[in-house]
């Protein structure tokens, strides 16, 4: 059983930047690769960025590229989404995802994927 809790969500201005960490359970946690989703009212849980067991390989979604960076500390069983010139379009609640899966390469996009969650952070970007 793995339990993740994430924190770091907040309210800011359209351009600014937050940081959300995510800690898990367990030493097992480089056995697990993660993956950040969000996901607005309304609208379905979609993926935002993934990071490998070694923290080798991330992806993203297109429309976070460029802004967003997932890094893990696996000394720490830590693993963050710094979120750099935030848009209104980025309000929603974000969560942390675990999968015991190797997502190297072709990567793992699917909430499907993941069989840990943590409880979400609000996220609100105002214009």
């Known amino acids: 059983q793995v339990q993740l809790v994430e924190s770091g969500g907040g309210l800011v201005q359209a351009g600014d930047s937050l940081r959300l960490s995510c800690a898990t359970s367990g030493r097992t946690f480089s056995s697990y690769s993660m993956g950040w989703f969000r996901q607005a009212p309304g609208l379905e849980r979609e993926f935002v960025a993934g990071?490998?067991?070694?923290?080798?390989?991330?992806y993203y979604a297109a429309s976070v590229k460029g802004r967003f960076t997932i890094s893990r500390d696996n000394a720490k069983n830590t693993v963050y989404l710094q979120m750099n010139s935030l848009k209104p379009g980025d309000t929603a609640v974000y969560y942390c995802?675990?999968?015991?899966?190797?997502?190297?390469?072709?990567?793992?996009?699917?909430?499907?994927?993941?069989?840990?969650w943590g409880q979400g952070t609000q996220v609100t970007v105002s214009s």
């Open positions: 990071i490998s067991r070694t923290g080798g390989n991330t």
């Open positions: 995802a675990a999968a015991p899966l190797y997502c190297a390469g072709i990567g793992c996009y699917s909430a499907g994927q993941y069989d840990y």
